[in-house]
Every structure is written in structure tokens, then in C-alpha cells.
């Protein structure tokens, strides 16, 4: 189990880059397969560079590393509400960590950074989602504030 201790292992969050790509790549893969869901949202790996990247540059996306080495990353569009632009709202899109560190910090700082950037920007609503069989444990949105509003479904056709 890793843990975050003062100095060099302490988890870090930054924006994501350019040259993240390949890496963010991997980890959409390893979130199709963990979500199994018949049809994957980046059916190539050039469709997908051109989304991620066009996420890092026009909306919202934080890499967690430690010592240099990538952990997870939260991704966010940008928007204002479809019915009223007077609420900016940063609506998730990925929140993962890559399984080898989910008992690091990783997951809680990119959700903090994900408020933080919210609160900076003047952000008026925060949506997030969580994968029916997610592992994570609701209380570290609760705790920050958020409360359930509505609950999601999938329904996936031919």
C-alpha cells in the first residue's frame, strides 16, 4: 500500500500536457476495461489523442504523479448550463487512478483540484458521477460538499 509521506513521495497535481498523451491513452484503455461497456468512447488511438487533447487545451484536466511517475487524472468540460449561461458549470468526465495507486492520495488531490479550480474560476455548479461499480466511497464527495441530485443510466443499443 503506498503511502504519502513529506518529501519526495508526496502526490503532486498539474495540468496535463502534450506530452501526457500516450500515457492518458493507456489509461482510457484500462478504464474501458474496467467499465466493460459495449461501445468504448475512444474507438481509436487517434480519436482519442484528438479528444484528450482538445480537453487539456479548451476545458479541465490535472494529472496526479508522484516522484515524476503519472498516478491518475480528472478531466472536466467547461461549460455554461445548456438552459441558462448565467451558471458555469465543470461537469466530470474521468476521474481515475490507475489501480496500482488507489490507496495513495491521488484520487482525493485530484478531486481537490478539481474544487479548487471550480472556486477559482467562479465555477456555480460542479457536476460528478460514479460508475455503479466504482470502489469509491461516496463520503469523499459528501464530506466536500456535494450532495446526490440525480442518479445516472445507461442504456446501450445496436
Known sequence: MAVDVAGSHTVTIRPAVPSDLDWLITQVKAFATFNRTK????????????????????????????????????????????????????????????????????????????????????IKWLTFSLLSKSPVNERCLTSRGFVQHERAFLLELD
Do not use: C
Open 39 to 122: 461501445y468504448f468512447q475512444f474507438p481509436t488511438d487517434e480519436k482519442a489523442r484528438r479528444q484528450l487533447q482538445a480537453m487539456m487545451e479548451q476545458h479541465f484536466m490535472r494529472i496526479a504523479e508522484r516522484d515524476g511517475e503519472r498516478l491518475g487524472f480528472i478531466s472536466a468540460y467547461w461549460i455554461y448550463h445548456p438552459y441558462n449561461d448565467e451558471i458555469p458549470m465543470l461537469a466530470e468526465t474521468f476521474w481515475w487512478v490507475d489501480p496500482a495507486y488507489r490507496h495513495s492520495s491521488a484520487g482525493l488531490r485530484l478531486l481537490d483540484a478539481f474544487i479548487d479550480f471550480a472556486v477559482e474560476k467562479r
